[in-house]
């Protein structure tokens, strides 16, 4: 059936020129080489970021806290096996222990002197596997706390010592997605970039207020907000169709899931407004200038103009450019009065513990 199928379809009629499949393969090489090295680059740039980030406004984090060092580590042996063969290649790493290929300025690890290229052996007399180091790493560091680390590693053919102390930040992982769309979201047990919205954020500090604005969703306690708005959603609907269903009027739970969905995305804007104005203190109090960082929404405008006009979830890009313009005036002049960069917040910081749920900054 196929077979007779492309028979009778017409198809192209230009003399195009033979491709060489071994052409093509070495092409698929340089491309594949390119993309390993742009996601690691780009995910050094959230790190540093991050790092920033999270160790600057640790307090409001509460207990959701961990110790970090700011190094990245990578193995062949650690990424998916179709990049394996290229990967020594790509990042110039070891076969036979994780290489570290980024080191965050001003964190522990750069003041131990640890540099990029060199190969971790052992904290603490702990061997460090080339299954999972990134996630080893992080494990051992949640029972290490802030306690001093011998790191012993391999530098030009020769096994070095240094000693790291590990500092305090928001236990938060902050992730990079490859995805074109110019998004960020959390679940609030992790945040995650979108590599389209690294387009759009040029400089460190347009990325600190993208990555300060989700933090302050999870230290907000937004999705406990949520999830009580939804309950009482919820409630007034089973009351309705109750009621109907007193008078023999069946509604299948209509009214109960449609005010669900109502007290679900109720206030959705005011959070999303007190994210952006908690995110660009967090952003400031790591030290960026976030003077023009308001410009992030007209990027934003012109990969989504839809968002110009109509904000059902997220204030439009106008309103989101002009409140930022005045956050970061109120915030300078904090900082020229010598104040404390304090948001002006009616009730504490909620205490900042991992939750189930999605907030999408979508764009």
């Known amino acids: 059936m196929a077979l007779a199928i492309s028979v009778g379809c017409a198809g192209p009629e230009s003399s195009v020129p033979a491709l060489s499949p071994d052409d093509i393969a070495v092409e698929r090489r340089r491309q594949e080489i390119a993309q390993l090295r742009d996601y690691y680059t780009q995910l050094h740039r959230i790190d540093r970021v991050a790092f920033r980030i999270r160790t600057a406004n640790r307090d409001d984090c509460g207990a959701a806290v961990s110790a970090q060092i700011g190094l990245l580590a990578v193995s062949p042996q650690s990424l998916p096996r179709r990049m394996r063969s290229f990967s020594s290649e790509a990042l110039d790493l070891s076969w036979d222990r994780p290489t570290v290929i980024a080191?965050?300025?001003?964190?522990?690890?750069?003041?131990?002197?640890?540099?990029?290229?060199?190969?971790l052996v052992a904290f603490n007399g702990e061997l460090i596997p080339v299954a999972r180091p990134r996630g080893w790493i992080a494990d051992w560091l949640k029972k290490n706390g802030v306690a001093p680390i011998e790191v012993r590693f391999w530098r030009d053919?020769?096994?070095?010592?240094?000693?790291?102390?590990?500092?305090?930040?928001?236990?938060?992982?902050?992730?990079?997605?490859i995805n074109p769309e110019p998004g960020a979201f959390t679940d609030f047990r992790r945040i995650v970039i979108h590599s389209g919205m690294l387009r759009l954020t040029p400089s460190d500090a347009d990325l600190a207020i993208i990555i300060g604005h989700e933090l302050a969703h999870v230290t907000l306690g937004h999705y406990a907000k949520r999830m009580q708005n939804m309950l009482v959603g919820a409630a007034a609907g089973a009351v309705v169709d109750g009621a109907l269903m007193a008078g023999s009027i069946s509604t299948g739970g209509t009214f109960t899931r449609h005010l669900?969905?109502?007290?679900?995305?109720?206030?959705s804007v005011g959070f999303e407004r007190e994210a952006d104005y908690v995110g660009a203190y967090y952003a400031a109090r790591a030290g960026y200038?976030?003077?023009?960082?308001?410009?992030?929404?007209?990027?934003l405008a012109l990969e989504s103009p839809a968002s110009i006009r109509l904000g059902s979830t997220h204030p439009t890009t106008p309103e989101r450019f002009i409140f930022m313009q005045k956050v970061a005036a109120e915030i300078a002049d904090k900082q020229r009065r010598g104040l404390p960069l304090v948001p002006a917040l009616k009730v504490?910081?909620?205490?900042?513990e991992p939750a189930s749920g999605t907030f999408d900054d979508g764009h």
Do not use: K
């Open 348 to 352: 504490s910081h909620a205490t900042a």
């Open 260 to 267: 669900q969905r109502i007290g679900l995305m109720a206030f």
């Open 103 to 119: 080191v965050v300025e001003g964190s522990p690890a750069a003041e131990a002197g640890i540099v990029t290229g060199d190969e």
């Open 289 to 299: 200038d976030i003077a023009g960082a308001e410009n992030v929404w007209r990027a």
């Open 157 to 177: 053919r020769d096994f070095l010592t240094r000693t790291m102390q590990p500092v305090i930040g928001c236990a938060i992982p902050i992730q990079l997605e």
